[in-house]
Every structure is written in structure tokens, then in C-alpha cells.
């Protein structure tokens, strides 16, 4: 079974560079996802794996394997693509039944191996369907069925869900986590989708113009990012600006906007050095007594948003910053507008980064 | 208030459904009047002559032996042309270089030139002492039919490599792709993703190539020697007419069987080939997997790509270009002042340069005016799914009617009708009905890659459809517009055959040609011909590179 190994991988399309000197290690039955914006070279990350492109830099393992020279034929892999790629002028059976047909199976073998697929992606019934005479989710079924009919170990999924719709797309994300999982694949899935990439990833690598920005579990990208741009990207972020004012080992004091003093747990260079917090909607704390300890603020609730399960507020700090609130609709008493209130976040909740050259805005921003 | 605007007013009065549904019936109307009736009922008209070639066994077998060997020719050579044209399109539309850029143009060549000046060319390549035949010491190909073969193959392979790169650009490479992946070398790719995936392109290829072959006159005549196809038993009746060796009735009689023969068979080859075509699979169940593994790789693809180069060069670019060669000496005598003078034979050579050029641009506006709204037509399915369909049949048939039958049809039909029919309009219209499926093809192909939705969201914002017409899918189709365009003038500037059939008193510089060719006058000397041949083709260089030029911007198409 194998793991992937990409070594200081580049990739160039005249000047544009679409893989920026990547390196990365797939472990061996991962479900590993490559996650981030339009055009920030995942697919192009994908394609260099699978031998559809050549790398102009570096070197990619798949087990032991340098398989730079071999063509995409002979790498023991299934893709499946994002427009499904579905032959048109060949029904279900003959598009699942390809691969092991042109590998050069046993016939009764390749049969075999053709109905078992089929009955894993429940699709048994149509096998004599043309592509034309099938609806999307049906189709992105059997293009999976078709990658894991030919045999191969490593799975690469190019937004395999990104033409579905929503309910389709919800179901048939686990549905493929776990057909890779039964037959013990490597998978390797791209998606600009946090939401997808968060529920089935074992790990995920987020990418920024050709870099790989942050590598790590669903949990570890959300609670401790380690970049303004990971931050922003998996789930919500509010930033506050300010300076450094003391620092106490670990603990951290940060003069923000308007002379409002907070402490944080995290590292900085030195006093006088410009920081920016990213702190999670949910972590921090509303309330209508004015608080005595720990980090506080007042604000005023411009914004309530009902969202079901969330209640969202948009509040105004005293110092005209303008964050985010989100809190269970379920517990506690809601805020309304117009309202002011005392803000709270704990120090450990908060993300302490160098705030950038270029600017906050162009550090965020996805293009 | 202000006057509204010409435009404006236009945009206006295209709502206006009888404006809209009068323009679509001229267009039709037109379409009926000019290109497709006159060839049929030309014929019709003179059906009865046929009595007179039934009297003459000798004479109906050795028409029946000419349409014979007119399809044995043509189906041969198609097949041929797409198993050689496929693997140049091939290198082609893979390829990235600058040098395929040149192989791109050069492809181009054989369709360009004027048929007359192809078949001299190939003359002397083939069968000239200074052609390949030196290299043997007796000529390899002599006039007859395996001469007229090799013309045949000449000038249908751009047809097959222009449609065949034209699918493959337009084909989504990701089902290549997922072929790889799933572990087919890429000749089990090509095999059994790609070629069923452009069978209809396939298909066409061969059609286009088909009707080429059956058509072409011009060229023909000057390769043909003693081997008579259909086009040139024509012509030979026409000449035993003016020699007085047949009669006239005869003569009718003759050439309504033979033309007749031609264009029934050929429309009923053709509407088997798109009524089984669809229906024939190619084989893509078997594999052989260590076999085609072994050939889809570098030494075998090198020797594909070897053979291919070898095949386009040898047989197709320099025997087309070799007619400059005497062109090259006659800069270094008196040849090429004297032409330049217009002295002895050059004058009546520019002036028939000047009458084909007058000729060939009159043609191109008259197609592009009347081509345009049945390209819509037909693109956009206007008469309905079954009619729309059935005149996108219809289209073609012009591509398939021999060119020298179809003009003798319309020579008989306007003749018939208004007794001193002008003959420059008589021209005009043979070339017209000749060129209109070229232009009526590709722009269709254009107007139907356009996607309906951008004409609804214009539609939507408030535009009219002449609106819609002007602001969208003009711009989006100007290209096709151009190409098609060019397509017209040239295939009208090399059109000989129908050329020969309607004309006594004009000489467009095609027929001037095949003259000094076949029945050289005494003044006109190799130099001279190939002079002349050598400026018609610097000319219609001059017109490719344009058509590159100007295409530029969207790349190669």
C-alpha cells in the first residue's frame, strides 16, 4: 500500500509558478485532503501525482517509487475527476469494466471485480446506462467505481463533489471516505470546500499560491492555526490590531486600538512590535454585566442574526473595531440591537501572529 | 425628439416577427432558388436527351465505365486520405512547437491552390524530367489513373487534416486522461476513448473527402491522359462537340446520364454513410495490452510521426509547390519582364488574374450575405428538430455534385429560362452554389459553439435580436466568419470544372491555365507557365498568411 512523497516540487506555466517548491508526506491508508482557494495549485499538486503533468523541479515517491519518468498508466492509480469524465460512447458496466480490461485482467476476473464495484456504489441496476441517461450524483458514482474497479492503492479525487448538489454532495463525501477505508486506499482528495475537507480528512494541507501554507488534522488547522491565512480560511476569524505592550514568558500583553489592554498566550519578538489576534466568533464570552476579570470590552450590538442552531451577533467595540459574535441559540440569554454589552475571550483562546508586511487585507486574501 | 438611429431602427424592426420570419424565408428561398434547384432541374430540363445516348451502347458503357472509375477513385482515395491525414492531425493538434505552426500552414497548401496549377505541379513532380522521376530514371507516375490518385489524395488530405485537428482541439482531453489513469497506454487511448469520441468528425472527414474527389474537374484534366472519370468524360464530350465528331443531341444526351448518374449515386452514398455512420462502432472492446503498450511508445511514436512527416512531404507539400520551381528560373531570363509587360500571352494572364480575383470576392460577399441567416438557421434549429436536420442535409449537396456536371446543370437551367443569360452571372452563380456549404458549414459549426445562454442573458438585459446578432454573436463567431470567408474566395479562385462548363467567351485565370497546359499556344513556353502558375500561388500565400494573421489572436482557429 503505498504513501506519496513529494520533494521540493515545483511547477511552472511560463511565469507563473502553480507548485511552489512543495514538499509533502502522505501517509500510507491516509485520507488526506489538499485544501484551499481557486488557483492556488492544489488540482495542479494533483495532476503532477498522478503523471498527467511533469514536475519542472523535484522529485515524487509513490511507496518507494520515484515515479517522475512513469507515465500516469503504470503509477497503479484511480483518478477521479471533477467533470466525472465518464466515457460517453460507453455504458456503466463498460466504464467500470475498462480498467481492469486494459490492464489486461482475466476476463472473469475483471467481471468479477466489476460487479463488486458496482454493488459497493449501489449501482447494480444501471449498469447498462449511457453517462447521458444518468443524473450527476449517479455519475460521480460510478467515476469512483470506475478508479476503484482498476485495481489501484492510491485514490486521487479532483473535487470529485464540485458539481453536485448540496444534499447529494453531503451523503456521498462519507460514502467515499468509507469505500476507501474498506479496501484499505490511500487517498488523496482536492477541494476548496472547508466544510467537506473538515468532515472525511484524516489530515489536510492548506495551500496558498503553490504553497503549502499548514499541514495537520481537522482540529489542530481550526484550533491552533499557525498562519493569519489558515486562520481565516478553516472556519471564521475576527483580527484585532495592536502592539505589543509587555511580554511575561508565554503570556503576552497587547495595547489594541483605543488604549484596550489584553493578554494572550503566545510569542512575540519584542515590546513595540505590531501584532494582529485572531480570536474565533464562538470563543468569545457576551454579557450584560460589566466583567472584572480577564480580557474585557464593551460593545454595542449593531446586528443579530438568527441562524438556527447559532445566533450571530455583529458588535461594535468602544474603540469602533467591528467583530463578530456567534453563540448557541439555545443557551443563555440573547443580546438585541442597539444593546451594549462586555466582551470576554480567554488568553489560551486567542491567536497571536506578526502582523504582515503587506498588509492584513492582502494576507488574506485568496487570489 | 431625436431620429432614432439606423441601427436602432433596425434592432427594432428585427422583433418584428414577419421581418424576422421574411429574412429566414429569403435566406431559404435563395438557398433553394440559387444553389440547389438549378443543379437538379438543369438536368431535369433536359431529361429527355438521355433517349439519344441509349441509342449508343459504345457510348453509354464508356460513361458507365467513367462513373465507375470516378467512385473507385474517390472511395479509395478517401480511405487512404483519413488513414494518413488522422496521424499529421494528430502531430498537430499535440504538438507544441513553433515548427508546427509551419506544418499547420503548410497542410493548408493543396487546398489553396488552384486545382489547374495542382495538377501541372504534379505533372511535372511526378512525371517531369526534373520531377522525382530523375531520381529513377523513368517516370514513376504517368498520366492516367494512378496519376489521378495521387492528384485525388493531394488535394483531399488538408480537407481530412483541417477537420480532424479541428475535433481534436475541440475534444475534452480529460477522457484521454482517465483513460491513462485507469492504465491504457496511449494507443489503446486513442483507439478505444478518443477516435469513437470523434467518429462524426470522422466521418465528415471522409464525406468532405468523398465529395472532393467526385467534384474536382480542373486538376483532373490536365493529370488524366487517356483515363476518363466522370468529370473528364464531360469535358472530352464537350470536345468532341466543337470537333464535330458527336451532335449535339448527342452531347446533351451524355452529359445529363453521366452528370446524373453522379450526383444520384453520390447523394445516395452519402445519406448511407449519415444514416449507417452513427451506427458503426469502431473496435473498442478488445485490447491488447503488451502490444499496444509496446507501440505507444517513444521508438514506435517516433517512426509514426517519421512515416507521417515523410507521406505529407513527399507525396502532398512538394509536389504541390514543385510547379514554382520553373517559376524560380524564369526570374533569372526575359520571362519575367515580359510577363510583368503584359506582352503576348501575359496580357489576356492578368486580365483573367483581374476577372477571377472580381469574380471570387463577388462570390465570397454574395455567400457571406445569403450564408449567414441559414447558418443561423441551421445552428439554431429555426424550421424545427426534422426540418432543420433535413436542411442541414440539404447543404451539401452542392459538396457532392460533380463541379462540372453542376455546371453544366446550371448552364442548361438559366439558359433555358432567359435566353442570352449573362455569362459573367452565369459564373457567378456556379461559383456561388460550389462555395456556399464551405461558408454555411463553418459558420453553423461557430453559431452552434456559441452557447444559447449568453443570447438569452442578452436577451434579458433588453437587446433585440438583431441586437443579440450584433453584440454577441458576431464577436464571438468573427473568426469563423474570416475563415469561412477565405474558404469561399479561395475555392472559388481554384474552381475549374463548372468554370469550363458554363463559360465560351470569359476565362477566369483557372481555365487560362489548364489551356496553356493541355493545348499550350506557341508562344507560351514551360518558363511561362510556371511563371504563371507560381504568381497564382504567391498569391494565394499572400491570402493564407492573412487568414493566420488575423486569426492570430485566437490561436490556430
Redesign the interface.
Known amino acids: 500500500m503505498p504513501d506519496v512523497r513529494l520533494v521540493n516540487v515545483t511547477k511552472r506555466y511560463g511565469k507563473l509558478v502553480a507548485v511552489d517548491n512543495v514538499s509533502l508526506h502522505i501517509q500510507d491508508k491516509e485520507y488526506f485532503s489538499l485544501l484551499g482557494p481557486s488557483g492556488c495549485g492544489k488540482t495542479t499538486l494533483l495532476r503532477l501525482i498522478?503523471?498527467?503533468i511533469r514536475p519542472d523541479e523535484g522529485e515524487i515517491y509513490i511507496g518507494d517509487k520515484l515515479v517522475n519518468d512513469e507515465?500516469?498508466?503504470d503509477r497503479d492509480?484511480?483518478?477521479v475527476?471533477q467533470?466525472f469524465?465518464?466515457?460517453?460512447?460507453?455504458n456503466a458496466w463498460?466504464n467500470v469494466t475498462?480498467?481492469p480490461?486494459?490492464?489486461?485482467f482475466d476476463m472473469k476476473n475483471a467481471e468479477t471485480i466489476g460487479h463488486e464495484v458496482l454493488e459497493m456504489v449501489k449501482l447494480h441496476e444501471r449498469i447498462t446506462s449511457f453517462p447521458n441517461e444518468l443524473s450527476g450524483g449517479m455519475m460521480q458514482r460510478i467515476a469512483v467505481a470506475?478508479?476503484l474497479a482498476?485495481g489501484a492503492k492510491l485514490l486521487?479525487l479532483d473535487e470529485p463533489l464540485g458539481q453536485l448538489d448540496a444534499k447529494v454532495r453531503n451523503e456521498l463525501r462519507y460514502d467515499i471516505r468509507k469505500m476507501t477505508k474498506d479496501l484499505g486506499l490511500t487517498a488523496i482528495h482536492v477541494t476548496h470546500d472547508q466544510s467537506e475537507a473538515m468532515a472525511i480528512s484524516d489530515e489536510i494541507a492548506v495551500m496558498k499560491k503553490g504553497r503549502i501554507m499548514q499541514v495537520g488534522t481537522p482540529q489542530e488547522l481550526y484550533m491552533a492555526p499557525k498562519s493569519i491565512f489558515v486562520a481565516h480560511f478553516i472556519g471564521e476569524s475576527n483580527f484585532l490590531e495592536g502592539y505589543v505592550s509587555d511580554m511575561d514568558g508565554s503570556e503576552v500583553t497587547v495595547e489594541l486600538r483605543g488604549g484596550i489592554q489584553v493578554k494572550v498566550i503566545g510569542e512575540a519578538e519584542k515590546i513595540g512590535e505590531k501584532v494582529a489576534l485572531a480570536v474565533r466568533p464562538e470563543a468569545f464570552s457576551m454579557q450584560k454585566k460589566a466583567r472584572k476579570d480577564g480580557n474585557t470590552m464593551t460593545g454595542t450590538v449593531e446586528r443579530v442574526t438568527f441562524e438556527g442552531t447559532n445566533i450571530r451577533y455583529e458588535v461594535r467595540l468602544e474603540n469602533q473595531d467591528m467583530i463578530v459574535i456567534v453563540k448557541p441559540s439555545m443557551i443563555g440569554e440573547w443580546c438585541s440591537v442597539n444593546e451594549r454589552t462586555s466582551i470576554g475571550f480567554p488568553e489560551d483562546k486567542a491567536h497571536l501572529f506578526k502582523y504582515p508586511d503587506a498588509g492584513l487585507k492582502e494576507e488574506i486574501s485568496v487570489e | 425628439m431625436p431620429k432614432p438611429s439606423l441601427k436602432k431602427t433596425l434592432d427594432r424592426l428585427s422583433s418584428s416577427k414577419p421581418i424576422k420570419y421574411g429574412m429566414y424565408s429569403t435566406a431559404i428561398a435563395t438557398f433553394f432558388a440559387l444553389v440547389l434547384l438549378p443543379p437538379i432541374l438543369g438536368i431535369a430540363i433536359k431529361w429527355a436527351s438521355m433517349q439519344e445516348i441509349f441509342g449508343q451502347p459504345e457510348l453509354v458503357s464508356r460513361a458507365l465505365d467513367a462513373i465507375r472509375n470516378s467512385f473507385a477513385v474517390a472511395l479509395v482515395v478517401s480511405a487512404v486520405d483519413l488513414a494518413t491525414g488522422v496521424p499529421m492531425a494528430w502531430l498537430i493538434a499535440r504538438r507544441k512547437s513553433r515548427w508546427i505552426n509551419i506544418l499547420d500552414t503548410l497542410s493548408d497548401v493543396p487546398f489553396i491552390i488552384p486545382t489547374a496549377v495542382l495538377g501541372y505541379s504534379l505533372l511535372l513532380y511526378w512525371n517531369g524530367p526534373e520531377g522525382v522521376s530523375a531520381l529513377f530514371g523513368a517516370p514513376l507516375l504517368s498520366q492516367g489513373w494512378l496519376l489521378v490518385m495521387a492528384l485525388h489524395f493531394t488535394f483531399s488530405y488538408p480537407v481530412v487534416v483541417r477537420v480532424i485537428v479541428g475535433a481534436l482541439l475541440d475534444y475534452k482531453k480529460e477522457f484521454e486522461n482517465a483513460s491513462r489513469t485507469l492504465g491504457a497506454p496511449p494507443f489503446t487511448a486513442s483507439r478505444t476513448v478518443t477516435f469513437p469520441i470523434i467518429k462524426p468528425s470522422l466521418i465528415a472527414a471522409f464525406i468532405l473527402a468523398f465529395s472532393r474527389s467526385i467534384s474536382e474537374t480542373g486538376a483532373t484534366l490536365v493529370v488524366a491522359g487517356a483515363f476518363e472519370n466522370g468529370p473528364v468524360f464531360i469535358q472530352n464530350m464537350k470536345n468532341e462537340l466543337a470537333t464535330g465528331k458527336i451532335t449535339q443531341p448527342v452531347y446533351d444526351g451524355s452529359i445529363v446520364f453521366a452528370s446524373f448518374a453522379l450526383v444520384a449515386i453520390s447523394l445516395g452514398i452519402f445519406v448511407a454513410i449519415r444514416l449507417l455512420g452513427p451506427r458503426f462502432k469502431l473496435p473498442t472492446q478488445r485490447v491488447f495490452p503488451s502490444f499496444e503498450r509496446k507501440i505507444s511508445y517513444s521508438k514506435a511514436a517516433s517512426s509514426r510521426n517519421t512515416v507521417t512527416l515523410i507521406i505529407f512531404v513527399a507525396i502532398v507539400v512538394l509536389p504541390s509547390l514543385f510547379v514554382t520551381l520553373p517559376a524560380f528560373q524564369a526570374l533569372f531570363t526575359d520571362t519575367l519582364p515580359r510577363s510583368l509587360s503584359g506582352t503576348g500571352p501575359w496580357g489576356e494572364y492578368w486580365q483573367s488574374l483581374v476577372l477571377s480575383y472580381v469574380l471570387a470576392g463577388t462570390v465570397t460577399v454574395i455567400n457571406v450575405i445569403m450564408g449567414l441567416p441559414m447558418a443561423i438557421i441551421v445552428a439554431r434549429r429555426k424550421l424545427g428538430k426534422f426540418l432543420s436536420a433535413a436542411l442541414d442535409v440539404l447543404i451539401n449537396v452542392p459538396l457532392v455534385v460533380p463541379s462540372i456536371a453542376l455546371g453544366v446543370s446550371l448552364a442548361i437551367f438559366w439558359r433555358q429560362s432567359i435566353a442570352s443569360f449573362p455569362e459573367m452571372l452565369l459564373l457567378i452563380f456556379a461559383h456561388v452554389a460550389i462555395t456556399y456549404p464551405y461558408f454555411v458549414r463553418s459558420m453553423s459549426a461557430a453559431v452552434e459553439r456559441v452557447g444559447v445562454d449568453l443570447e438569452e442573458a442578452s436577451r434579458t438585459l433588453g437587446a433585440k435580436p438583431l441586437g443579440v446578432f450584433r453584440t454577441v454573436v458576431l464577436p464571438l463567431t468573427k473568426y469563423s466568419i474570416l475563415s469561412g470567408a477565405i474558404m469561399v474566395f479561395t475555392r472559388s479562385l481554384s474552381e475549374t470544372g463548372a468554370t469550363l462548363a458554363v463559360t465560351s467567351q470569359l476565362r477566369p485565370v483557372s481555365v487560362v491555365l489548364v489551356d496553356w497546359v493541355k493545348h499550350p499556344p506557341p508562344q507560351v513556353t514551360p518558363l511561362e507557365i510556371g511563371l504563371g502558375c507560381g504568381f497564382l500561388v504567391l498569391f494565394s500565400f499572400a491570402i493564407l498568411l492573412a487568414l493566420r494573421l488575423l486569426a492570430k489572436e485566437k490561436g490556430r482557429y
Do not use: D
Open positions: 498522478a503523471g498527467l507515465p500516469p498508466e492509480i484511480g483518478f475527476f467533470t469524465a465518464l466515457f460517453p460512447h460507453m463498460n475498462y480498467g480490461k486494459v490492464k489486461g470506475r478508479a482498476a486521487l
